[in-house]
Each structure stands twice: as structure tokens, then as C-alpha cells.
């Protein structure tokens, strides 16, 4: 709980501005006693000031009639200072230190209010934190836990300014106002329903574009089954490729043994023709040995007979036969090597043909598929923040606020309450 302990004046009013005065106050009430002009308006009024900074009322250099004159004690500079201890709301113990300096010319006076010192004590010493005249107006309440307008219009309101209840409408709401913290209050709540039109128009569009998500995450489905199909396509197609390439080996396999009946055949039709060449050979021989044995009419012993040359002339007859029907045949088998190499080869070109088409196929399935990868991860991206965001918004309580506003309201209640007390 907060309190004040003590407090020193010097150079305030009537005190003495070369010595300190120092008053102790007790707990849980203190009672100012003394005949008129001793100086007892002035203690509350150094309470108010170094409490809240204020001055008292009169005039319009109110700093300067609240030091003491210069003129009454024939000096050219009076420096006044009001020192109060006082316990914070959390317990701490704090020294608040209020500077104040007149100077006195040879026609007219001159105040300055100098920068404070706020000080806390504690067991290690104390430690000083020098403020500004307005920083430590707000500080030293805020440690009270009283604001200022309460002190200034409530704890320690000047007895000229004690009828304040009874000012007009307009003032009396605007002091009321002031005391309550209304206004602050008022921004607030209208702060807050903005904020909340706000987000309920974050939420709105929020949800718009969950629903373009969606159907965005509907059409993603779609690309990501086409991507499958696609896949399961590329694996039979590649299946379908090691097939060809094996029924391609296959292929050149019995293409090359053909070839290799194609070159024996060729042999031997060589040795066929080169056979019929000695046979064409002997039957001239023998047609020249028949002229020449006819012109001569005469045959030795050691001639040959014609049965001889006949048996001879039949054995040549019948091979050549033989040589011709093998011949026809190797023909024949030429012919149908010579077909089935070119059936085979004209396959191999085909497999070849459909081989390229199904790369060029597989090529384009992997650009479409890395595109469409692209494209999926661009739009999970955007689907995952934009998804992210409409969650933070969609649950976001909007009795949150109304339950803030109404903890604010009780506040306010429960310290008119008290100030009314």
C-alpha cells in the first residue's frame, strides 16, 4: 500500500530558504494543527507538488508566488526544493526531489522549475533516476497507483478550488471526466470498435479468400491426380521402351545370323557357277574330241570308247542336275533371307521410330510434371499463409473485447466508489 513518510521544505512560502524544515507523518492519519499563516495550507500544497507537479492556484506566475520572495529577506536568489519519501503500491520505498529557483533583478523576478530527481532506496543503496519535469508528473503517480487528476482535484484540492462541485455543467463533466479518465476510456472503447470492424472485415475478406483457396486446393487435387496419371503413364512407357529395346536385340541378333546364311549361300552359289564353268570346260573338251574322232574315222587302243564317253558325258549330266537343283534351291533360300531382312529391318525402323516418340513423350511428361510441381508448391505456399492468417482471425473472440470494456467500466466504478468514500 501506498504512503507518505516525510518530507523536507526549504525556500516554499514562509520557510526559512537557508534551512530545511522537516515534518513526519503518521499512519493512518496525520493532523495538521496551527494558528492561520503558520504554514499548514502550504504542506498540502508542497504534498501536491511534489506528488503531482502542480502548483497552487492565484495569478497567473503561480511557480513564482510559490517560492519565497527574494525582496523579504534581501536576497538576489532564493533556491526552493521540496524532498518527500514516500512507499510505492508494490512496497518500494522512493525519495522524490522538486527543484525550484527565483531571481530577483532590479525590476522584475525570474522562475525556473529545474529538473527532478526520482530515487529509489533499497537494501543496496540508492538509485537515482534524474526526470524530466513532465516525465516525472507521470511517473510519481503511476507509483501511487493514484493519478493525478485525483490528487490534484481529490487527495490534495486547494481550499480555493474546493467548490469545483458546484461549477457549471460543462466544467463540473469536464473535472469528472478528468478524475474518471472518461475520455480515455471513450477513445479507447472507440479505438477497440474500430479495431473490431476492422477485423471483422479482415475476417470477411479472410474467408472470401479461404473459399478461393479452396477451390484453388480443389483444382491442386486435380493437377496432383493428372500428376500421378502422368506418372503411372512415364512407368509403363518406360516398360514398354526396355520391351522394344529387348525385341530390337532380338531382332539384330537374327538379322545378323541371316546375314551370316546370306554370305554361306553367296559362297556357295559361287562354287555352284565356278562347278557349271569346269562342266561348260569338259563339254567343249568332249565336242572336240567327237570332231576330231569323226574326221580321223579311226580310234586306237588307247582311245577312249563310246560308251565310255557316254557314261563319262552322264555322270557330268547328272551332276550338273544335282548343281542346278541346289542351286534353285539356294535361290530360293536367298530369296527368303533377302525378305525376312528386309521385314526385320523395316521392323527395326519402326521400333526405332516409336523408341524416339516415346522420349520425346517422356521428355514432355517431365517438363509438365516439373511445372505443375512449381505451380503446386507456389499455391500450397500461398494456401499455407493465406490459411494461417484466416485462422488467427476466424478465432480471434470477439467477447474479448467486450469483456476488456466491461473489466475497464468496473475499474472506473469501483474507484468512484472509492473516491466517493
Known amino acids: 500500500m501506498s504512503m507518505i513518510l516525510k518530507m523536507n521544505i526549504q525556500g516554499v512560502r514562509a520557510f526559512d530558504p537557508e534551512k530545511a524544515a522537516s515534518i513526519e507523518f503518521g499512519s493512518p492519519l496525520t493532523m495538521i494543527v496551527g494558528t492561520n499563516g503558520c504554514g499548514k495550507t502550504t504542506i498540502i500544497e508542497c504534498l501536491k ?5 502542480s502548483y497552487p492556484p492565484g495569478g497567473t506566475e503561480k511557480g513564482k508566488n510559490f517560492v519565497h520572495d527574494p525582496r523579504v529577506s534581501g536576497l538576489t536568489e532564493v533556491k526552493a526544493n521540496v524532498k518527500l519519501r514516500f512507499y510505492a503500491k508494490t512496497g518500494d520505498r522512493y525519495v ?13 523576478q525570474t522562475f525556473t522549475q529545474l529538473d527532478g530527481v526520482l530515487s529509489k532506496v533499497g537494501e543496496d543503496g540508492r538509485k537515482k533516476m534524474s526526470h524530466k519535469c513532465s516525465e516525472l508528473d507521470r511517473a510519481v503517480p503511476l507509483l501511487l497507483g493514484v493519478s493525478k487528476s485525483v490528487l ?9 478550488e474546493s467548490n469545483w462541485p458546484l461549477d457549471g455543467p460543462k466544467e463540473l463533466k469536464a473535472r469528472f471526466d478528468d478524475i474518471f479518465a472518461s475520455s480515455r476510456y471513450t477513445t479507447a472503447l472507440t479505438v477497440l470498435k474500430k479495431k ?12 472470401g479468400d479461404l473459399k478461393g483457396l479452396a477451390g484453388r486446393k480443389k483444382h491442386a487435387d486435380s493437377i496432383r491426380k493428372m500428376l500421378n496419371d502422368a506418372d503411372n503413364e512415364v512407368k509403363k512407357a518406360q516398360e514398354k521402351l526396355e520391351l522394344y529395346a529387348q525385341a530390337k536385340q532380338k531382332l539384330n541378333d537374327h538379322l545378323l545370323k541371316l546375314e551370316n546364311n546370306l554370305r554361306a549361300l553367296n559362297k556357295k552359289k559361287n562354287s555352284i557357277n ?3 564353268r569346269v562342266e561348260q570346260e569338259l563339254n567343249r573338251n568332249l565336242n572336240h574330241i567327237r570332231v576330231t574322232a569323226g574326221t580321223d574315222g579311226i580310234f586306237s587302243d588307247e582311245a577312249m570308247s563310246d ?46 521410330l516409336e523408341l524416339g516418340s516415346l522420349r520425346g513423350k517422356l521428355d514432355e511428361r517431365a ?36 469483456k476488456e470494456l466491461e473489466l475497464n467500466f468496473n475499474k472506473a466504478q469501483r474507484l468512484l466508489k472509492k473516491n466517493s468514500k
Do not use: W
Open 49 to 53: 507538488f511534489a506528488l503531482a507537479g
Open 96 to 108: 522524490v526531489f522538486r527543484y525550484m529557483n527565483v531571481k530577483q533583478n532590479k525590476t522584475r
Open 152 to 160: 490534484e482535484s481529490v487527495v490534495f484540492c486547494h481550499q480555493e
Open 196 to 207: 473490431r470492424n476492422d477485423l471483422h472485415k479482415q475476417e470477411i475478406e479472410c474467408l
Open 274 to 276: 565356278e562347278l557349271k
Open 307 to 352: 560308251a565310255d564317253l557316254q557314261g563319262h558325258i552322264d555322270e557330268l549330266q547328272e551332276e550338273d542336275d544335282v548343281l542346278g537343283t541346289e542351286l534353285d534351291e539356294l535361290e530360293q533360300q536367298k530369296a527368303t533371307l533377302e525378305e525376312q531382312i528386309t521385314t526385320k529391318r523395316k521392323q527395326i525402323s519402326d521400333i526405332d
Open 367 to 402: 517438363n509438365t510434371i516439373s511445372s505443375l510441381e512449381i505451380y503446386i508448391k507456389q499455391y500450397s505456399d500461398k494456401q499455407n499463409a493465406m490459411a494461417d492468417s484466416a485462422a488467427s482471425l476466424i478465432e480471434y473472440d470477439e467477447t474479448g473485447i467486450e
